[in-house]
């Protein structure tokens, strides 16, 4: 029984299956991107027809990256990651410490890198000349051994340490995901200039969040350069809590406001008019003038209401028009578009009159993307840790360099020898010039 | 405009050196080689020059911004990415004959950035979204990364003609296998690194313009991809021993992957999602 534990565990732990699901993570994100996500329910049974739509919306083929068996490759991952780090850890700590080596001085010639000269000057006058050949292989310590003299060199121990802050890093990255999931939202706002809301909608579904605080937008200004691209979006908003004003600022582009956890993104606009003056035309009988604000009811005539509902800057190229609605007491609301620069046009009509609009001032409604995510620091500590933990992994690397000197017939042995963790171009090039420095030195005299 | 001039003939020059490398490593002459290298030292000292010309040009017209900001002007970076990082690779490394598919490589982009008829090369205003230096960084550590994998492809393509014949110690002119085939791995591994810190720059950039650091739109998830095949790849290598062909073959798909990500994901998904709707 123990054994099948443990080859399970093995398993589990095993870099086959690392490799084997990362496949399966880059092929299934392959298909995420070839089928679209989150379309409306008619669109695939169009695309796909009705067959394949069913198998696909089993496998939850239209919202790839939410679906269960997606999670269950993560999780998978997450968990190998786990148990192969703790298995490994150990022995990567141990790596750390080692700095002697079995089988003393002698067996410094066994190592791919070495070399061993005979000098002339004595030992202890050659440790200036080893300390500074050897320098870029770290400090060295010096200590007796066998009737000689022993450096090691040691530097990067943290690159041993590399792949583990790395995986560390992956697993802070998921759980700073799945906390954002749990505990934040994201929503939307629209607010028109002048109005305050606290109340944000959703992008799950329709049902709106309630903020603690509230929001008022001031102003929102659009500028554009010459070309008529735009350069700039800005909402000038106030955020007001138990009806005191406790923060202000300017929300552009790339740079939100952030309030008790939650941001406000600029996101789109749109024009509106504030208000709108109409002038009725009866068949027969006196013009009726009329001053409307935007989406509120004004009396025409007795038990009849009307209303501005709808702005367009540009109707099908007929310049701006207003959208109006009456809403009489008896039978259905009705309404039109009244186009403002075209007064004779003949759709320019609502419930018997014909309508003008002799002027109208124009405002923004400003639409904010709202988000919480009390995940992001974590995500983005992980997101700093796995670029140094990539670093020291691979572009570091735990150089030992051992030099012994012994005293010989007249001057002295030299023996140099060194290994490393990675990077292996890099330190063969080192040591052998280094190498080449210490055979270059006086040799003793046979 | 003078940087634009500029360009235009460094993409003459890419090809020049490019042909310099492989007369090199054909008729194993040595002075072609030379040539390759010095020609393009020269190559991209004149795109350093042009580009930051451009960066000028910019500010001149009163729209300043570093000149990463649309499909022509990553091309330029790109292909100078790629002439500095091989001019580094064979610096450090010493072997010359790696030369041939990184100049060709930078010489097609700056024909397509150059030459395509659609392309928008006159320098534009940033709109809101791109005014920021999050972009910046995520822009370079990109198309570094992406250099990086161009170089490793080249040399995974030149270990895989080279794996099937007998000769397959140094030849003089051509490095040997195991060379080579170290070669493809620290280039991986610098690409990666760099992918790396390009993904999270993106992804920061993301969460401060629309407040979500990552929406798995195709660009992305294509990125996520790349990252991905290159992680199997240092995986597979370094902890389960692959060696050699295996090694080179994933190299090379990993380049596939990231020209899919940079040109595919454009072009082809774009096109599929226009017929859908
Ligand atoms: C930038 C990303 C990554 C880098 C640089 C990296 C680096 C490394 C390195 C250097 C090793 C070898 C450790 C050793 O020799 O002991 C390793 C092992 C391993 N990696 Fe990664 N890794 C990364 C991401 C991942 C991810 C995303 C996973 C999957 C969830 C993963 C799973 C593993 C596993 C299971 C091992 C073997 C067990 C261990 O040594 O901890 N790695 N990785």
């Not at chain 1, 007064?343 to 124009?362: D, I, K, L």
């Not at chain 2, 389960?240 to 090379?252: H, L, N, Y």
Request: charged share 15%; net charge positive; proline share 4%.
């Amino acid at each position: 029984m123990a054994e099948k534990d443990k080859s399970l565990l093995d398993r589990v732990a095993s870099v086959k299956l690392t490799v084997l699901l990362i496949a399966l993570l880059a092929a299934s994100s392959v298909i995420g991107t070839l089928v679209q996500q989150n379309q409306p329910k008619g669109l695939y049974l169009k695309q796909f027809g009705p067959g394949l739509f069913k198998l696909f919306d089993t496998f939850g083929l239209f919202d790839l990256y939410h679906s269960w068996w997606f999670r269950l490759l993560i999780a998978l991952l997450a968990l190998n990651l786990i148990i192969c780090s703790v298995r490994r850890l150990p022995k990567a700590l141990k790596l750390m410490r080692l700095e002697e080596f079995a089988g003393g001085p002698s067996k410094l010639t066994k190592f791919k890198n070495h070399v061993q000269v005979k000098l002339k000057a004595a030992p202890e006058d050659l440790k200036p000349e080893v300390d500074k050949t050897f320098g870029w292989a770290g400090r060295p310590r010096w200590g007796e051994l066998e009737g000689g003299h022993l450096a090691t060199f040691s530097s990067g121990k943290a690159s041993r340490l590399g792949p583990y802050v790395v995986h560390l890093s992956v697993l802070l990255i998921i759980l700073g995901s799945l906390i954002g999931s749990i505990f934040g939202f994201k929503g939307f706002v629209q607010i028109a200039e002048g109005e305050e809301t606290s109340r944000v909608m959703l992008n799950t579904g329709k049902e709106g969040l309630e903020l603690p605080f509230s929001i008022r937008l001031d102003k929102f200004t659009v500028k554009f350069y010459d070309t008529g691209a735009p350069s700039e979006f800005r909402s000038d908003v106030v955020v007001k809590e138990n009806g005191k004003q406790v923060a202000s600022a300017s929300i552009v582009v790339n740079d939100p406001l952030t309030y008790r956890g939650v941001s406000f993104y600029q996101s789109s606009y749109s024009a509106i008019p504030k208000t709108v003056d109409l002038k009725l035309i009866p068949k027969d009988g006196v013009p009726i003038l009329l001053k409307a604000r935007y989406r509120e009811p004004v009396e025409v005539e007795p038990g009849l209401v009307m209303r501005v509902v709808d702005f367009k800057e540009n109707l099908s190229n007929f310049g701006p028009a207003v959208a109006l609605m009456v809403f009489p007491k008896e039978g259905e609301p009705h309404g039109s578009w009244i186009l403002v620069k075209h007064p004779g046009f003949h759709g320019n009509r609502v419930h018997g009159y014909r309508v003008e609009v002799a002027s109208y001032t124009t405002g923004y409604v400003s639409g904010l993307q709202v988000a919480s995510d009390p995940g992001v620091w974590i995500i983005y500590f992980g997101f700093t840790t796995i670029i140094i933990g990539s670093y020291m992994a691979f572009f570091m690397s735990h150089v030992r360099v051992w030099v012994f000197l012994k005293p010989g017939k007249k001057g002295a042995v030299l023996t140099a020898a060194g290994t490393y963790s990675s990077n292996p171009i890099g330190f063969e090039r080192m040591f052998s010039e280094a190498a080449a420095l210490i055979e270059g030195l006086e040799r003793e005299s046979e | 405009m003078t940087s634009s001039l500029i360009l235009s003939v460094v993409t003459f020059l890419y090809l020049g050196a490019a042909l310099a490398y492989l007369i090199h490593v054909i008729f194993r002459w040595e002075l072609a080689g030379k040539a390759g290298f010095f020609g393009l030292v020269l190559t991209v000292a004149a795109q350093t020059g042009a580009i930051i010309l451009r960066w000028v040009e910019s500010y001149r017209l009163g729209i300043g911004h570093a000149p990463l900001s649309n499909l022509y002007e990553s091309l330029v970076f790109g292909s100078w990415a790629i002439g500095a990082i091989y001019i580094w690779v064979e610096m450090k490394y010493r072997h010359r004959a790696l030369g041939v598919f990184p100049a060709f490589c930078a010489f097609l982009a700056m024909a397509y950035a150059s030459f395509d008829k659609d392309m928008l090369r006159h320098i534009q205003p940033l709109v809101p979204a791109l005014k920021s230096n999050w972009l910046i960084a995520h822009v370079i550590a990109c198309f570094l990364g992406y250099a990086g994998f161009t170089i490793s492809c080249g040399i995974a393509i030149l270990y895989l003609l080279r794996a099937g014949k007998k000769e397959s110690s140094s030849s003089g002119i051509i490095p040997g296998n195991l060379v080579l085939e170290e070669l493809v791995y620290q280039t991986v591994l610098f690409g990666h690194l760099l992918l790396t810190v390009g993904i999270v720059t993106g992804s920061i950039w993301a969460n401060s313009a629309w407040g979500t650091y990552w929406s798995w739109d195709p660009k992305e998830t294509w990125s996520l991809i790349t990252w991905l095949i290159y992680l199997a790849l240092l995986h597979a290598r370094i902890v389960r021993g692959w060696r050699g062909s295996k090694i080179a073959v994933i190299s090379i798909l990993g380049f596939a992957s990231m020209l899919f990500t940079f040109f595919g994901v454009n072009f082809l998904l774009s096109g599929l999602h226009s017929y859908a709707s």
